[in-house]
């Protein structure tokens, strides 16, 4: 049978996209066969369609990290057909055929059932990217970050992870200070719940000072490079940056003194390869305790619009989640 797919092709010219009809049966093999209803877009994904060898070796290719649907067939006693699930990182979307397309044969590992109070749309607007946010706040707030240690620094605020980041800290009561290249996007970011704004170039000031004044409570950086180290070095005493992203540069200059001097924690965050059973345990609490109405960050998209998507998440220009849409056939 055959499905639409968003699809990217290596040729001399460099990498194309189209969207073309794709076989079900060239999908790799695995114990389920899903169809898939929503999908999102997020960086990696942008990295896919561009050819980085670090996300994707081989073309032609299918990208889409995120996926939700419904089973079409089952070859695991856990999944049954009709059973509504979520499928976020592990391989897909990178070397396996990916949710930019309306099927996918994925090992059973990968899928979580979808939790009660959630659906496809409501779990895509989440997707990888709001999904690490919420890994960066479970883990800050495992290593003892409360509302009351002070404010919490989102870098990349606007985007995916960091709008999400920034909607569930505020929800959960913190004082959320965004760093943000879009000087016309704060009253949306505070719309989100973030209390102060700060520029780029502010949270990138001291870069060559081994130390900065005592400032954040807890830190969820989606941008690294030298607006990471100097939230290091504006930790409180004892607390902690999470870092999961790289838009802004994958290195920086550190020293060991915030460590040695300051406590502070610098607490590494990986959405893809985390453990299923966890992976289920953040999802649940992403449809309970943690619940969020995403709405205001939606921008539905088709397999038809991702292309000049793709290019804006590139740019850094996209603001909030892109959620696409594969229930429409054009
Ligand atoms: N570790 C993991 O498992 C994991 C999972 C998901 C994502 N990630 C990574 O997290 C990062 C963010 O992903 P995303 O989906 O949120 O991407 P995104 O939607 O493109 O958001 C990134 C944001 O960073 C800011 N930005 C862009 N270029 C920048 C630059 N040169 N310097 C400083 N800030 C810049 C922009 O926000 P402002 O304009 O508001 O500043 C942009 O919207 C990516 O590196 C991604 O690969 C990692």
């Known amino acids: 049978m055959s499905f639409r797919a968003f699809q990217v092709e290596k040729m001399e010219s460099g990498f194309v996209r189209s969207v073309i009809e794709r076989e079900e049966d060239d999908l790799p093999a695995g114990e389920l066969l899903i169809d898939v209803h929503y999908s999102s877009l997020n960086y990696k994904d942008a990295l896919s369609a561009t050819g980085n060898p670090g996300v994707t070796r081989a073309f032609p290719h299918t990208p889409g990290i995120d996926a939700a649907g419904v089973v079409l067939a089952s070859d695991d006693s856990e999944f049954a057909v009709g059973d509504e699930v979520i499928v976020i990182g592990f391989d897909l979307g990178m070397g396996t055929s990916g949710g930019f397309g309306k099927r996918i044969r994925v090992p059973a590992g990968w899928a979580v059932k979808m939790p009660q109070g959630m659906d496809a749309r409501a779990s895509m607007r989440i997707g990888t990217a709001g999904f690490t946010a919420a890994e960066c706040v479970q883990k800050l707030e495992l290593g003892g970050m409360t509302p009351a240690s002070g404010p919490v620094l989102v870098t990349g605020a606007t985007g995916g992870v960091g709008s999400v980041a920034v909607k569930l800290l505020a929800q959960l009561g913190y004082e959320v200070v965004a760093v943000t290249g879009k000087s016309d996007k704060h009253d949306f970011l505070r719309a989100l719940g973030a209390a102060e704004f700060m520029t780029r170039e502010q949270a990138s000031e001291g870069a060559e000072k081994p130390l900065l004044a005592e400032r954040w409570g807890g830190v969820v950086d989606t941008v690294g490079g030298d607006i990471l180290f100097n939230a290091v070095k504006s930790l409180r005493y004892g607390c902690s940056a999470a870092a999961c992203g790289l838009v802004a540069a994958p290195n920086f200059a550190a020293s060991v003194l915030p460590f040695i001097l300051r406590h502070v924690n610098l607490l590494g965050i990986d959405s893809v390869q985390l453990p299923i059973t966890e992976k289920s ?15 205001d960050l939606e921008e539905i998209l088709t397999l038809d619009s991702l292309s000049a998507a793709i ?7 996209m603001v909030g989640r892109g959620v696409v849409d594969l229930n429409v056939d054009s």
């Open 311 to 317: 290019d804006r998440i590139l740019a850094g220009q």
């Open 281 to 295: 345990a953040i999802w649940s609490r992403l449809a309970t305790d943690w619940r969020m109405d995403l709405s």
